[in-house]
């Protein structure tokens, strides 16, 4: 097969990956795994560049563990062609003015990924063999380069939405705290029970994440309930509890505007419910309820006894976790009861 006809079997095959593929980091391995089968050589690296510290940074690797710190590598081929804007291809680094990013190679060809006057990184690739890279190479990888170049741009704008998002949580986070001041750290504490229980389960790291997450923001509903019932001494009044309950669903109205939520919401709006049914706000039972939500209960249950609040006094841990076994199977999923008691045994092991 000629070159041209190999360069657009391989855009076609990105085309195609990114078409099922939404995640850039991912799809940028895709790109450089295919770079560097086409060309044959020995280390393929995608290097983005953090405009703020001036630095570039790995981001995908091929035939490399990532232990090269840049920073310290100012004087490498990577860092002149990021001055340059220019690529360049070395046929025997150790005959040349540049440091070596690796011990055994000896040819390096380092191409800007470029979008408008932009450059968001480099892709570098080494080879073991002097003057491997010919100039038919830079030139294929360029165009190659090219869809690269819009994944990495993606990136770019995924972090920093990714940024906002998470300085929008932290405001969100101590928002409740402002109405119910008398219970400081609250969503703290169950968010790390949460992301425990769901790691003790196997559960994926965007799921981990996202128990977290729903964890910090489970009761930001109460921002729209009266502080004055909240900060109540003593038992509440069916009216007042009645009040306290539209929490749940206040939550998912706050927040199902903003986005990025996902399962999240359902969590917020379910984690009273209970496994036997006699839960709120809708009644939901068993695995009706969402898996977040059940997880939720059981974390947020667990520090409601044993944090000291201005209406009881706190429960020993001893106590509380002797409670939730108590609620296996009636108000908590026994399977979650099970990863949480294995997630505390953990804990105090360590």
């Known amino acids: 097969m000629k070159r041209p006809e190999i360069i657009l079997d391989i855009i076609r095959e990105i085309r195609n990956v990114s078409a099922k593929e939404n995640e850039p980091e991912a799809l940028s391995r895709v790109i450089l ?202 038992h509440l009044t069916d009216q007042e509890f009645e009040e306290v309950k539209r929490h749940t669903v206040l939550g998912r109205l706050i927040l199902k505007p903003i986005g990025f939520m996902g399962p999240i919401l359902e969590a917020i709006e379910h984690h009273h419910e209970r496994f036997d049914g006699a839960g709120y706000p809708h009644g939901l039972k068993g695995e009706e309820i969402p898996l977040l939500a059940r997880i939720l209960a059981v974390a947020e249950a667990y520090d409601g006894m044993t944090a000291k609040k201005h209406y009881a006094d706190a429960l020993s841990s001893e106590e509380a976790i002797q409670e939730i076994k108590n609620g296996r199977g009636t108000a908590f999923d026994p399977v979650i009861v099970d990863a949480f008691l294995g997630a505390i045994q953990e804990d105090t092991s360590e």
């Open 33 to 234: 795994d295919r770079m560097v089968a086409y060309l044959g050589c020995d280390i393929g690296d995608i290097l983005l560049f953090n405009n703020d510290l001036g630095l570039l940074f790995f981001q995908n690797s091929v035939g490399r563990d990532i232990d090269v710190n840049m920073a310290d590598s100012k004087n490498t081929l990577p860092n002149d062609v990021l001055r340059t804007g220019a690529p360049r291809i070395v046929g025997d680094i150790s005959s040349s003015e540049f440091s070596s990013l690796s011990r055994n190679t000896v040819s390096q060809m380092c191409i800007p990924v470029i979008l408008g006057e932009k450059i968001y990184g480099i892709v570098n690739f080494e080879s073991r063999k002097k003057n491997f890279f010919t100039e038919e190479h830079l030139a294929s990888i360029q165009i190659i380069g090219f869809p690269l170049g819009l994944v990495l741009e993606k990136a770019e704008l995924r972090e920093e939405i990714f940024n906002l998002h998470q300085g929008l949580l932290r405001v969100l986070v101590t928002a409740p705290e402002k109405v119910e001041p008398n219970y400081p750290h609250h969503a703290e504490r169950v968010a790390r029970l949460a992301r425990m229980i769901a790691s003790n389960m196997g559960m994926s790291s965007d799921e981990i994440y996202d128990a977290e997450k729903a964890g910090l923001l489970h009761d930001i509903g109460k921002i729209q309930i009266d502080g004055v019932i909240l900060s109540k001494p003593g």
